[in-house]
């Protein structure tokens, strides 16, 4: 079954405390990206990955860090997370030319900062 | 930058009742446009998509979009929404050679049995 995989679903931590989100997907997609959804801010996009090895900066990337050492994998890293970062968070896939392809969610993340 | 805005946030309507939410974009150049809903307590998932061609698009459960390009907008419609409509959706728009997929803040769809 074609999915985007997310761990952890939920998680409550303290301000500082370095945590990994990780982003899996099956289906061999090139283009991996993570977002943050707030009420009423709808989704802002964090990183983008095109290709393994190549990552961009989206719309709200301070504080955050990713990596795609592999074409499967697209971690979310937040090195000393504050609690202006407790959000729900997504990650998605699409596969190439990039441009206009729907992209595929997965679960989410629900990460809680105190 | 590309934008979008959804100015209806909030909608409530009763079963059987038409529906239109509305999606204004600001890009002047070519656009893929796309409407997403998330069901409560999941993930996002695709309605629609529009590329290029006929500009009015059918999607699943129904639901269909115009692209009107002089008013810049891909409103969202359904005839006759039912109860399991209810959730969020979200209309997002890619522009030109933008590698990014740039989201409106949404609209809450409440259906009442």
């Known amino acids: 079954e074609a999915q985007v995989t997310q761990n952890p679903r939920y998680l409550i931590t303290v301000t500082g405390k370095k945590l990994t989100v990780t982003c899996s997907q099956n289906?061999?997609?090139?283009?991996m990206s993570w977002y943050r959804q707030d009420p009423g801010l709808g989704l802002r996009q964090i990183y983008y990955?095109?290709?393994?090895?190549?990552?961009d900066k989206g719309d709200v990337p301070e504080g955050y860090k990713v990596s795609r050492k592999e074409k499967r994998n697209f971690p979310l890293i937040l090195e000393s997370p504050s609690p202006n970062q407790t959000s729900l968070y997504f990650c998605?896939?699409?596969?190439?030319?990039?441009?206009?392809?729907?992209?595929?969610f997965g679960d989410g993340t629900r990460l809680s900062i105190l | 930058a590309q934008s979008v805005s959804q100015h209806n946030h909030h909608v409530i309507l009763s079963e059987a009742a038409s529906l239109e939410l509305g999606c204004n974009y600001s890009?002047?150049?070519?656009?893929?446009l796309f409407w997403y809903v998330q069901y409560p307590g999941q993930h996002l998932q695709l309605l629609l998509k529009?590329?290029?061609?006929?500009?009015l698009v059918k999607g699943i459960k129904g639901f269909e979009a115009e692209f009107i390009k002089s008013k810049f907008s891909f409103n969202l419609r359904k005839p006759s929404v039912q109860w399991s409509d209810t959730a969020e959706y979200f209309c997002?728009?890619?522009?030109?050679?933008?590698?990014?997929?740039?989201f409106g803040s949404g609209t809450q769809l409440t259906v009442l049995p």
């Open positions: 289906m061999n997609h090139e283009y």
């Open positions: 529009y590329f290029s061609g006929d500009p």
């Open positions: 890009y002047g150049g070519t656009v893929n």
């Open positions: 997002a728009v890619n522009a030109g050679s933008a590698r990014q997929l740039t």
């Open positions: 990955s095109m290709n393994v090895e190549v990552t």
């Open positions: 998605a896939s699409s596969s190439g030319p990039v441009i206009g392809q729907p992209q595929h």
